[in-house]
């Protein structure tokens, strides 16, 4: 599904430059449910905006689909992140002038779908993450992990290849963690390629695979 | 693309944040009154002017009869032109673009005039109906000489409002019987004309005047305006007029004295400059108005650009190419210029409509007060007409535009990563 071979990342800070990533080798297949694990500043954030396709990378190569993904533009890799990619954030991002609904729905909107079936799809994946009765509310209206939920049906909603998700339980308290997890395990149950980034070890010990960052290499592979 | 989405997209937008599009539209509304109003404004005074200033804002020319000051195949110099019936007639059917003509006869003598046992030694002209028009001539009393009186040759009069003080002082002359030369003439109007020595005078069917006072067909000048023309056309209207009336009374055509001509195109052409300055003046100020509103609509858009910093990063995160991005921002811009600008419009051409309805009346009150002429009106008939409206609603979808142009580009700049990361 992706491969990752000797990557390289700096941050170019004025006059020095940050050596973030120090030559990953990593390999994600299909139905994988794994985390990334590492202490804050590991460059767990920075690998997976690369590995959607957010960021670029220095050197060494990134195969998304068997596809060499190198120096793409904006525009391409828009739609490849339309296409294949569903994004979980910590903050669940969710537009806080849209209802729950119209969020999910929105990916639909940039892939071109009339607004009867991007609604009717959208209602479908609120279904999924157990938030149909609240369609129509604001995001301001719903609790932390109802956000979340909603975050997650907006990610699916395209029917990625791959789920990206950073620190998605980071803002939310532990029974509510646990539960959005479940929730996420449940999904990949179902076959989808999912990938969380998370620094805590319950949280990574509910995924089936856990990547350990260290100092900008892949420190520690193992498999629950 | 699917551009019905997208302006269902952002009408979500714009129902949702209704102050700051109440804001940002607010600048721009004041804009587009602002230029209907100085437009409409500046129509009035354009109006206005030519109100007062008819004559010359029309093209006049008149044609005198004179001497000539070359001899010329084998006639000598210094010979009268006479005008009669015939030169009316060949520069009716040759000349184009006549709106009105009339031609008139001068009697060079005072005569004497009764009524009563009331005397006075008076000025007589024959006219034709249109110097009413072309005159500016004002009616006071009763009706002016029409077609029917001069085709029956009637012995109607119309009589200047000093003459008419001198014969009958206070009373109505309308119906009474004058002598004129001890000719029977029945009074049918008064009138009032700015060039005062006219007031003496009276007013008779040309051919009446012809035939009372021996002038055979005999006229003293033809006046005519002419209809939508440039100064070169009119100019090249004069030189065939002359032309026309040279080969007729064997002048040469390089003689200025054997007719005078006097066009009005030269201050005509000076008060249409005139008005084209004050437009551009107006559009001037407009335009600045509608510029403080775009930079406004701009300064706007940019503060929601950053407040929707995240949104943006969010939207490109799942899949909003730049394009998309600009074209969010740009038509959301464009929208709310264009709903704010058309309650501009309409705003402003109801101010105007309803000051056109306090002027109308106001004028003819005045009117109405002072009887006789000077009724000064420097505005009249303010208006938005279809250009302007549609010259606004341009300048509205460009300012829209260039007010999006810039904060569209900043947000298509921003990176997801970063826009993501700021908490
Ligand atoms: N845009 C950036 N510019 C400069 N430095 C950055 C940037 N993003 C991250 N970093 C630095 O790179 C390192 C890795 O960051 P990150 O990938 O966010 O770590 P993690 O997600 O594991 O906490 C940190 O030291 C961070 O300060
Ligand atoms: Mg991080």
Do not use: C
Not at chain 2, 3 to 20: P, V
Not at chain 2, 46 to 55: A, D, L, V, Y
Not at chain 2, 161 to 185: C, H, Q, T, W
């Amino acid at each position: 599904m992706l491969r990752l071979e000797d990557l390289h990342k700096y941050y170019h800070m004025g006059s020095h430059d940050l050596h973030v990533l120090k030559g990953i080798d990593l390999e994600i297949t299909e139905g994988e449910f794994v985390s990334i694990m590492g202490s804050s500043g590991s460059g767990k954030s920075t690998m997976l905006n690369i590995v959607g396709l957010l960021d670029d990378y220095d050197s060494g190569a990134y195969y998304l689909d068997n596809k060499l993904i190198k120096k793409m533009n904006e525009k391409e890799a828009a739609i490849y992140r339309n296409n294949t990619l569903g994004f979980v954030f910590q903050s669940f991002n969710l537009i806080s002038s849209k209802d729950a609904l119209e969020n999910v729905a929105l990916p639909l909107f940039y892939r071109g779908m009339g607004r009867k079936n991007r609604n009717d799809k959208a209602m479908e994946y609120l279904e999924l993450v157990g938030l149909a009765d609240r369609a129509h509310h604001l995001p301001k209206e719903l609790s932390g992990g109802q956000q979340q939920r909603v975050a997650l049906a907006r990610a699916l909603v395209s029917d990625p290849k791959i789920v990206l998700a950073d620190e998605p339980t980071g803002a939310l308290d532990t029974n509510t963690s646990y539960e959005i997890m479940e929730l996420i395990s449940s999904i990949n149950e179902k076959g989808k390629t999912i990938v969380v980034v998370t620094h805590e070890d319950d949280i990574s010990k509910m995924t089936k695979k856990i990547i350990r960052l260290k100092d900008g290499l892949v420190d520690d592979i193992i498999i629950n | 693309m699917f551009d019905k989405e997208f302006i269902l997209e952002i009408f979500t937008t714009i129902r949702k944040n209704k102050l700051r599009t109440f804001l940002t539209g607010f600048s721009v509304a004041w804009g587009i009154f602002m230029l209907i109003i100085l437009l409409g404004s500046g129509k009035g005074l354009e109006n206005g002017i030519k109100e007062n200033f008819k004559g010359e804002a029309k093209n006049t020319i008149r044609v005198f009869g004179g001497l000539t000051s070359i001899a010329f195949e084998g006639q000598p110099n210094d010979r009268h032109i006479e005008f009669n019936n015939y030169d009316k007639k060949i520069i009716t059917e040759n000349i184009p673009n006549i709106d009105l003509l009339y031609a008139r006869y001068d009697i060079e003598l005072d005569i004497p005039v009764h009524y009563k046992s009331e005397y006075a030694t008076l000025a007589v002209s024959g006219i034709d109906p249109s110097t009413k028009e072309i005159e500016k001539i004002k009616l006071l009393e009763g009706r002016y000489i029409n077609d029917w009186d001069i085709e029956h040759s009637q012995k109607v009069a119309v009589i200047g409002k000093d003459a008419k003080k001198m014969l009958f002082r206070a009373k109505s002359p309308i119906g009474e019987i004058i002598y004129v030369n001890k000719v029977p003439f029945k009074i049918i109007g008064v009138f009032s004309d700015d060039y005062a020595p006219e007031n003496k005078k009276i007013y008779m069917p040309l051919a009446t005047a012809q035939k009372i006072f021996l002038g055979g067909n005999k006229i003293s000048s033809i006046a005519m305006t002419l209809e939508n023309i440039t100064p070169d056309e009119s100019k090249t209207i004069e030189n065939s007029i002359k032309s026309k009336l040279a080969k007729r009374h064997n002048f040469s055509e390089k003689d200025e004295r054997a007719v005078l001509i006097i066009n009005s195109i030269e201050e005509f052409a000076k008060s249409q400059k005139l008005f084209r300055a004050i437009n551009i003046f107006l559009w001037l100020i407009a335009i600045g108005t509608i510029i403080a509103g775009i930079v406004g609509i701009s300064n706007i858009m940019l503060i929601v650009v950053k407040e929707r910093t995240k949104e943006i990063g969010v939207r490109k995160a799942i899949g909003a190419t730049p394009a998309s991005i600009v074209k969010l921002i740009l038509l959301e811009a464009v929208i709310i210029t264009i709903i704010a600008g058309l309650i501009g419009l309409l705003a402003g051409s109801t101010v105007l409509e309803i000051a056109n309805g306090f002027m109308e009346a106001s004028n003819t009150a005045q009117a109405a007060a002072s009887e006789f002429d000077e009724n000064m009106t420097i505005f009249k008939n303010p208006s938005v007409d279809t250009m302007i409206a549609l010259n606004a609603l341009i300048v509205l979808i460009l300012s829209g535009l260039l007010a999006g142009f810039i904060p569209a580009k900043r947000a298509a700049q921003i990176r997801p990563i970063a826009a993501l990361r700021e908490e």
